[in-house]
């Protein structure tokens, strides 16, 4: 089957880290996607890890362990723009390589 | 990175009434589009798979007849609610697969989206 968890909200203060995490179960799994979305918009790329690891783009690091279908995105040195929903996303190479995605995890920072 | 828009960006039609949205990759060939429907405070669902000439693969649960998908270009699909409702208000989100230069990125590009309000 196909199923994706992740918290529904957490909430960070200005400057701070915060790990969300993801955990999957996706047949056919090829790789794992998080995106950013404010609300009323479409989601934007963030990372994406295929291999166990973690992967570092500025502010934003993805980590990843196929082994326990698992995932986090850490965002440090939080912005007040940083308040939008995020996005866990496993591909399955099963049909054309689709997206399944979490539920999705609300960010709140405060000042 | 891959572009991709949809039109219209909103849309207010009245119950019984049949809309259409565009999904349009702007500077590459889509062979597959996808295509989500969110609600409120809700994640993506899935609603269906567009192939470049063939028919789409509809997600369980989701109603072919109702919602029309074409794809009968490279760059563009149409995603058409028939007889719409009130319950089909919703937020109408298309993506690309695009596959980078070393054929393993296979990110997907998201339109901005079109809002359909049903009164």
């Known amino acids: 089957g196909q199923n994706i968890d992740q918290p529904t909200e957490m909430t960070a203060t200005e400057g701070a880290i915060v790990q969300i995490n993801c955990t999957y179960q996706?047949?056919?799994?090829?790789?794992l996607f998080w995106y950013q979305q404010h609300a009323g918009e479409a989601p934007t790329f963030l990372s994406y890890?295929?291999?166990?690891g973690l992967e570092e783009k500025g502010r934003f690091s993805s980590f990843l362990s196929r082994s326990k279908g698992y995932s986090y995105l850490l965002l440090k040195e939080l912005q007040m723009k940083d308040s939008a929903s995020y996005l866990c996303?496993?591909?399955?190479?099963?049909?054309?390589?689709?997206?399944?995605f979490g539920s999705g995890t609300r960010l709140l920072v405060r000042p | 990175g891959a572009v991709v828009s949809q039109h219209p960006s909103w849309v207010i039609c009245k119950s019984g009434t049949s809309v259409k949205i565009e999904c349009r990759s702007l500077?590459?060939?889509?062979?597959?589009m996808f295509w989500y429907r969110q609600f409120p405070k809700q994640s993506l669902m899935l609603m269906a798979t567009s192939n470049e000439g063939s028919k789409a693969t509809y997600e369980q649960g989701v109603e072919k007849d109702k919602f029309l998908i074409n794809h009968a270009s490279l760059t563009l699909s149409t995603l058409t609610v028939t007889s719409a409702h009130p319950e089909d208000s919703s937020f109408y989100i298309c993506?690309?697969?695009?596959?980078?230069?070393?054929?393993?990125?296979?990110?997907?590009?998201f339109g901005p989206g079109t809002r359909l309000t049903v009164l």
């Open positions: 500077d590459f060939q889509a062979t597959t």
């Open positions: 996706t047949s056919g799994f090829n790789g």
């Open positions: 890890n295929v291999l166990d």
């Open positions: 993506s690309t697969r695009y596959w980078g230069e070393t054929g393993v990125n296979n990110e997907q590009f």
């Open positions: 996303a496993a591909s399955s190479m099963d049909s054309s390589y689709k997206l399944i």
